[in-house]
C-alpha cells in the first residue's frame, strides 16, 4: 500500500458538494456558492461563483480549469487565473450533473438539467443537446468518449455522439434509478435505484443483472479500473461486485473496509490500479488495494459524512470533503 500525506487541509464551514482534479490542480465546490481551488503547492485560493451554488464539478478536459454547474442554470468555466466564464445556460434549470472526457484531439463535456443533457466540445460549443422523457438523475461517458450515458425514471438511455441522428438505445426497468456508472470495456451498465438495490444490463444482449441487500440507498458506484469490481456504497463495508467469473448474477460480492458499523457514503476507484477509496459517515477515509483485500485504514478523518471523493487523473492524489466543510487534498 502506498505511504499518503497531506498536501491541503481546511475547515470551509459549507457543505463540500463535489470535488475533482484538472492541470495539477484540485477544485471543491462548496455550499456557500464558492470553489476552493488548491495549486499544486498546496496553496489556496477561493473564488466565488457570484450566481447561484455549485451543484456539481468536473475537470475541464482540456487540463487547465473546471467546470462548475449551478443551481441558476449556469454550467460556470474556472479558469487556471481564477476567472469565471459562463459556458452553458439553461433557463429556469439545475444544472446537476456534468462529466467531461479528455478525448484524443477532441475533448468532450456532458451536462444534465432537468430532462436535458447538453453535450459540449472542449471549446464550450454545444454538439447535440438530448431530451428525455424525465429528469436526468446521472450521466456517464464511456471511455473512448464515443456514448453518453443518462440515468432517468425508468431506465438509461445511450446516446452515440457522433451520430447523425439522436435516437438513444434505451434500456428499461421500471423505478427511480438515481446514479449510473458505465463498465471500463462498454459492456454493461449499472444505476443505483432508490429501494436500495442496484440494476444493470449487459449491452450486448441487454440481459438484466439486480444486486440488491442494501441497509441504506447506494449514492456512490464506481467501476475499477480493470473492470473486475464495481465498488458501492450503502453499507457499512465497500461492496464490491465480480464482474467477472460469471459474475455478478449468482457471485457473492466483497467487502471491504468496515468497522464499527460506520456506513459508507463514497467510491472513488484509482485511475491506474485496483485500489478503492472508501469514505465513511463519520469523516473517516481508508484505502483499499482490492487484488489483496489489505486495507489502510484512516488515512484521513474528518467531522460529518464524506459527501466528495475522486483521484486524481494519474493518480497520484485523492481529494475529499464531508457535509460539515472539511476537506483535504492527499499525496
Known amino acids: 500500500m502506498p505511504v499518503v500525506t497531506p498536501l491541503y487541509r481546511a475547515e470551509a464551514d459549507a457543505f463540500v458538494v463535489a470535488c475533482g482534479f484538472a492541470g495539477g490542480r484540485s477544485a471543491f465546490a462548496l455550499g456557500d456558492g464558492s470553489v476552493r481551488v488548491v495549486a499544486a503547492d498546496g496553496a489556496a485560493e477561493t473564488i466565488r461563483l457570484g ?12 487540463g487547465d480549469g473546471f467546470l462548475v454547474g449551478t443551481d441558476q442554470g449556469g454550467l460556470i468555466g474556472v479558469g487556471a487565473d481564477g476567472g469565471l466564464a459562463e459556458v452553458a445556460k439553461f433557463s429556469r434549470k439545475w444544472v446537476e450533473h456534468v462529466a467531461s472526457h479528455p478525448g484524443k484531439g477532441r475533448g468532450l463535456v456532458a451536462c444534465a438539467a432537468g430532462r436535458t443533457v447538453a453535450v459540449l466540445d472542449e471549446t464550450g460549443a454545444t454538439l447535440k443537446t438530448l431530451e428525455h422523457g424525465s429528469t436526468v438523475t446521472g450521466i456517464a461517458i464511456d471511455e473512448k468518449g464515443k456514448r453518453v450515458v443518462a440515468s432517468h425514471y425508468n431506465g438509461v438511455s445511450v446516446w452515440y455522439v457522433a ?17 449510473v456508472a458505465i463498465h471500463p470495456a462498454g459492456s454493461a451498465i449499472v444505476t443505483a435505484m432508490q429501494e436500495n438495490a442496484l440494476h444493470g444490463w449487459w449491452l450486448d ?49 466483497l467487502e471491504l473496509g468496515g468497522a464499527n458499523n460506520i456506513v459508507v457514503t463514497r467510491v472513488a476507484t484509482h485511475p491506474r490500479r485496483d485500489w478503492l477509496a472508501i469514505g465513511f459517515a463519520d469523516g473517516q477515509v481508508a484505502l483499499a488495494d482490492i487484488d489483496s483485500r489489505a486495507v489502510q485504514s484512516e488515512i484521513a478523518s474528518g467531522r460529518g459524512a464524506v459527501s466528495a471523493l475522486t483521484f486524481s487523473q494519474d493518480g497520484t492524489m485523492l481529494a475529499f470533503g464531508t457535509e460539515t466543510g472539511e476537506l483535504a487534498v492527499l499525496r
Open 205 to 253: 444482449d441487454g440481459s438484466h443483472m439486480q444486486m440488491s441487500g442494501y441497509p441504506t440507498k447506494t449514492e456512490s458506484l464506481a467501476f475499477s479500473r480493470s473492470g473486475k469490481w464495481l465498488a458501492t456504497s450503502g453499507a457499512d463495508t465497500a461492496v464490491l461486485w465480480p464482474f467477472f467469473g460469471g459474475g455478478p448474477m449468482g457471485r457473492a460480492p
Open 51 to 62: 450566481a447561484g451554488m455549485g451543484l456539481c464539478l468536473t475537470g475541464n478536459p482540456t
Open 163 to 179: 451520430a447523425r441522428s439522436d435516437t438513444p438505445k434505451a434500456f428499461s426497468w421500471k423505478g427511480s434509478h438515481t446514479a
